[in-house]
């Protein structure tokens, strides 16, 4: 296969990281914070058109979920406005974009997996400033693959699954919150997702544009999720809590699992169980420090 132009954002980021790994073949443009300011439209403009590429990666977003309450107007400019330009360049171009959102569009209200149709009701600045993106890109009448995903976690950056081991490392006891459910997913599982659908090549992504759920299989509690990482160890102990007992400045949905069924259906293919792509992770982890 010819290798595509392709425009990555967010290239220093969990996700975007493993993707300007998993896509070297192609004729990639990966740009981080320092290449690309996300909040700068016209840079936006100019670096599409000075790139030409015919497929848009933006793996960039703001995501400092607590920080977001008090920098509404930057979460919005990286996630609402940066999308919408890219959207629009996209369009003009006649490129498509492949963008991420999160379960954090949803209010959290139900106790089944949310399908792509379900109701939105963002409960914070971070979650509505990612439906508006959402809003931006499908207003722009680009083609556009729209990948909701969850609790992203992997081996680099801030993560839950890097806090827990630093905090595993010192401390006897951890409290973690056992009331929100969801599902975590390993970034390089969801670069390998995207991956394989730019490998299926523009036309077919472009005749199945449109929004879907793109995560791993099965639900937890951050509580349950973080004695999966801690294994059998004898210590720290993990000592389930309720969101009331760990205030946050923004609220966040006591359950985001996300129904994968339009993704399988569309594209022939499934993201593991959370279980196993965790075990996978901290093998990689552990391969990678002992290079
Ligand atoms: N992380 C999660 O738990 C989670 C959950 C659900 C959905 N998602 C979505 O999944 C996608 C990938 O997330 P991720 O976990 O890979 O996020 P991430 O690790 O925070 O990476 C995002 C990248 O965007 C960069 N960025 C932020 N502001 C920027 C700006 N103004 N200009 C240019 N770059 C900027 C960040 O750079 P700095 O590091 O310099 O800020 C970072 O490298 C995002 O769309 C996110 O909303 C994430």
Request: net charge neutral.
């Given at each position: 296969m010819?290798?595509l132009?392709?425009?990555?954002?967010?290239?220093?980021?969990?996700?975007?990281h493993?993707?300007?790994?998993?896509?070297?073949?192609?004729?990639?443009v990966?740009?981080?914070?320092a290449?690309?300011?996300?909040?700068d439209?016209?840079?936006?403009?100019?670096?599409?058109?000075?790139?030409r590429p015919?497929?848009?990666?933006?793996?960039?977003?703001?995501?400092?979920?607590?920080?977001?309450?008090?920098?509404?107007d930057?979460?919005?400019?990286?996630?609402?406005?940066?999308?919408?330009?890219?959207?629009?360049?996209a369009?003009?171009?006649?490129?498509?974009?492949?963008h991420?959102s999160?379960?954090?569009?949803?209010?959290?209200?139900?106790?089944?997996p949310y399908?792509?149709?379900?109701?939105?009701?963002?409960?914070n600045?971070?979650?509505?400033?990612?439906?508006?993106?959402?809003?931006?890109?499908?207003a722009?009448?680009?083609?556009?693959?729209?990948?909701?995903t969850?609790?992203?976690?992997?081996?680099?950056?801030?993560?839950?699954?890097?806090?827990i081991?630093?905090?595993?490392a010192?401390?006897?006891?951890?409290?973690?919150?056992?009331?929100?459910?969801?599902?975590?997913?390993?970034?390089?599982?969801?670069?390998?997702a995207t991956?394989?659908?730019?490998a299926?090549?523009?036309?077919?992504?472009?005749?199945?544009?449109?929004l879907?759920?793109?995560?791993?299989?099965?639900?937890?509690?951050?509580?349950?999720?973080?004695?999966?990482?801690?294994?059998d160890?004898?210590?720290p102990?993990?000592?389930?809590?309720?969101?009331?007992?760990?205030?946050?400045?923004?609220?966040?949905p006591?359950?985001g699992?996300?129904?994968?069924?339009?993704?399988?259906a569309?594209?022939?293919?499934?993201?593991p169980?959370?279980?196993?792509?965790?075990?996978?992770?901290?093998?990689?982890?552990?391969?990678?420090?002992?290079?």
């Amino acid at each position: 296969m010819a290798g595509l132009r392709i425009l990555l954002t967010g290239a220093q980021g969990q996700v975007g990281h493993e993707l300007a790994w998993l896509l070297r073949a192609h004729d990639v443009v990966a740009t981080d914070r320092a290449a690309l300011d996300l909040t700068d439209a016209d840079a936006i403009v100019a670096a599409m058109r000075a790139a030409r590429p015919q497929l848009v990666v933006n793996a960039g977003a703001y995501t400092a979920v607590d920080l977001a309450e008090r920098e509404r107007d930057r979460a919005f400019a990286v996630n609402a406005r940066a999308p919408q330009v890219l959207a629009e360049e996209a369009k003009r171009a006649g490129a498509l974009l492949v963008h991420y959102s999160t379960d954090y569009v949803f209010d959290g209200a139900a106790s089944s997996p949310y399908t792509e149709d379900a109701p939105t009701g963002p409960l914070n600045v971070y979650g509505e400033s990612k439906l508006e993106g959402e809003r931006a890109i499908a207003a722009t009448g680009a083609r556009a693959l729209v990948l909701r995903t969850s609790w992203v976690y992997g081996t680099r950056g801030k993560n839950f699954l890097l806090t827990i081991l630093r905090l595993a490392a010192d401390r006897d006891e951890l409290r973690i919150v056992a009331d929100q459910t969801g599902t975590p997913n390993w970034s390089r599982t969801l670069a390998q997702a995207t991956a394989a659908l730019v490998a299926r090549g523009l036309p077919f992504l472009a005749e199945r544009a449109g929004l879907y759920h793109l995560s791993s299989t099965g639900a937890t509690t951050w509580h349950g999720f973080a004695t999966a990482i801690v294994g059998d160890a004898a210590r720290p102990r993990v000592v389930p809590i309720t969101t009331a007992e760990y205030p946050t400045p923004a609220r966040r949905p006591a359950y985001g699992v996300l129904a994968t069924e339009r993704f399988r259906a569309a594209f022939g293919f499934a993201l593991p169980p959370w279980r196993d792509a965790l075990a996978a992770c901290l093998a990689a982890r552990a391969a990678e420090r002992a290079d």
